[in-house]
């Protein structure tokens, strides 16, 4: 496997660390690690880029690598045995792709594939294994994460059963926004439809009256968010419930 080394890296642990490629981090569970557990891992990160629709983890495969998100999103999705699939979680720059190896398991029991271009840093799951006995406040981040990976799960598959497509068509975007850092967003119908686990002619309708209402912009394979605040307005409770809980635990572990 390619390795990427670090060149200078600053004292101040919060600060953006670089790799030899003078590429910065983006991931934050990597830039809340102390500098001295940072040195320890960043040899065996590999510098990835991933391309929309890509698949990191297969549902029932072994886990071979693990992922810190850098760039772009991840859409965690869980399949049924006649393939359709439904989105049950988001992974941005925040996060980690890869959590049930923390815990000792091989296998992940969901999906997850890129929703847009973007890039990561990998590392195999036998030296991330070996490594977090020495990286404890590493370890304690993903494992917090994957907390936050698992509210945000039973949220959205609440909000699935409960709200009408468009509330969460506005909520899907939302998050995505937030995680992907920018206006505009690769996005198809059909794809989209798999991921609100609901037909393309009813995302179709749902996407065609936010874009009347001029809260979103949507072309063929691609949108583009408008008006955020307004968009929040039309959104479920779900995103607010989701933002308000992470914020909770955010600060009670400061």
Same mark, same amino acid.
């Given at each position: ?136 406040? @590493? ?8 907390? *936050?990976?698992?509210? #945000?799960? /039973?949220?959205?598959? =609440?909000?699935? !059963? ?68 307004? @968009? ?8 607010? *419930?989701?933002?308000? #809980?992470? /914020?909770?635990?955010? =600060?009670?572990? !400061?």
């Amino acid at each position: 496997m390619a390795k990427s080394r670090t060149g200078a890296v600053k004292t101040d642990p919060t600060a953006s660390y670089k790799d030899d490629e003078g590429r910065a981090v983006g991931n934050r569970i990597l830039l809340a690690t102390p500098r001295s557990e940072w040195l320890r891992i960043y040899p065996s990160l590999e510098f990835v880029r991933l391309k929309l629709h890509q698949v990191l983890h297969e549902a029932g495969e072994i886990l071979r690598s693990v992922y810190f998100m850098n760039e772009g999103l991840g859409s965690v999705l869980t399949v049924q045995p006649d393939g359709k699939s439904v989105e049950v979680g988001l992974i941005g720059r925040e996060g980690f792709v890869g959590v049930p190896v923390i815990f000792g398991f091989k296998t992940s029991a969901l999906r997850v594939v890129t929703q847009a271009d973007g890039t990561a840093y990998r590392i195999d799951v036998p030296t991330l294994l070996d490594l977090l006995p020495e990286c404890p406040v @590493l370890e304690k981040k993903i494992q917090r994460f994957s907390m *936050i990976l698992g509210m #945000q799960s /039973t949220q959205i598959a =609440a909000c699935n !059963r409960l709200h009408e497509v468009s509330e969460r068509l506005a909520r899907w975007l939302l998050m995505s926004h937030d995680r992907i850092g920018t206006d505009t967003m690769p996005l198809t119908q059909e794809f989209l439809g798999q991921m609100l686990g609901t037909r393309r002619s009813s995302v179709s309708l749902a996407a065609g009256a936010l874009q009347k209402a001029g809260l979103i912009k949507y072309t063929r394979g691609s949108v583009t968010v408008v008006d955020q605040r307004q @968009l929040r307005e039309v959104a479920c409770d779900c995103y607010d *419930i989701i933002q308000r #809980q992470e /914020t909770t635990w955010r =600060a009670e572990t !400061r």
